[in-house]
């Protein structure tokens, strides 16, 4: 592989397939400074007391002096250096990791993207190189890095996380801890200066740890862990003498276009066919008589990579003339056996539709037998330029 290119998926499955004895158990929290890096090293000086052998490969206090205490007897192993430009960076060292051998190692930031020259671009795949070698790994995370979440975690906090890590690495993990703070507890924290430097202080609870963002990320955090609780049970017996009879065989069809809101549509597709443990399926129309710009280009692709990282596929057909397009959706829906579908609202004037109507009108009246989830339009940012050719682009 080379560098700088996620695991898919697919790839990742791979990956769990050929693991022998290395576990994960990822300690996920609402927000920087619940006590997750705390926690981690408690939970590494309790198993060296139990006589595992155990070690640290990537640790951030984040000059938090508490934190720094919990390392007692740990031992820490070096770090890889990497020269970027005229500075001199730090990585966890992955080559050394596997060298030593340990049973178990702390990894700090799952989310973390490593420097540039490093071997992989995310920390996730140092973490699945360690599993593949045997050895079990304890990570750290904040609820708003899950890939699924990043819509819901902009809506609540107006803030969009860059760094991500997909819902499938979560889904692999042999356990996940939930280290649950109250936002009242957290904002204390934060004005005795031991998450942020005291001249941060009230930057920080005047923007993202607003005590509103605290409690809503806190009841995402908590959701989450209630549905990895829910799929664990299912996953232990399928039988309905547990869980009664199962519900029928969903199919999940995502319509999108090329606009600013695919990605919210992707993800809301994506958490929807989690819930109901369904198939899901991603669908693109482009006209065949307009060439797509190289921005286009690059933002189907960007798409597309989103759709995997999420464990699914973007399917792409072309359309002569905007009327196809209608047909060409409910061929693919019928094909699929697709039982919900989800689109976004259209983004023509209300006027324009007395004139003609939109493929969102056209699908209402002729896709009655599944249901149809139309999401609202969220104004966050402008479209990127130059992305709204294609016939589905005017739906």
Known sequence: MPPYQRKTPKE??????????????????????SGKTYHLLQEGKFLKRKGVNVVIGWLETHGR????????????????VIPYGAARLEEMD???????????????????TNVPGSLLKKRYEDILQLLEHGISVISTVNVQHVE??????????????????????????????????TPQMLAQRMREGKIYKLEKVEQALGSFFKIGNLIALRELALREIADDVDE???????????????????????????????ERLIRRGFRIAHRLKAEW???????????QTEAQQKRLHALRQLCERLGGQLAVSAADRRQEISGILLKKLTDLQATQLIIGQSRRP????????????????????????IVAKWETEPMPPNLGAGPVDDL
């Open 94 to 112: 992955t080559t050394a990791v596997i060298a030593r051998r340990p049973e178990v190692v702390l990894v700090d930031e799952l989310a973390h």
């Open 350 to 373: 209300p006027w324009q539709t007395l004139v003609r109507k939109t493929i969102v009108q056209d699908l209402l009246r002729s896709a009655r037998h599944l249901d149809m989830l």
């Open 12 to 33: 990742i499955l791979a990956s769990i397939s050929r693991l022998h004895k290395g576990r994960l158990k990822i300690i996920i929290g609402s927000v920087a400074g």
């Open 148 to 181: 699924s979440l990043n819509d819901a975690v902009e809506q609540l906090t107006g803030v969009r996380v860059r760094e991500t890590v997909p819902d499938a690495i979560l889904q692999m993990a042999n356990e996940i801890e939930l280290i649950d703070v």
């Open 65 to 80: 002096k508490e934190t720094a205490e919990q390392v007692g007897g740990l031992a820490i192993l070096p770090r890889e």
């Open 281 to 291: 399926h991603v669908h693109y129309v482009h006209s065949r008589k307009i060439q």
């Open 232 to 262: 664990r049970l299912e996953s232990w017996e399928r039988g309905p003498s547990l869980r009664g009879p199962w519900r029928k065989r969903e199919v999940i069809f995502v319509c999108i276009d090329l606009g600013d809101q695919a």
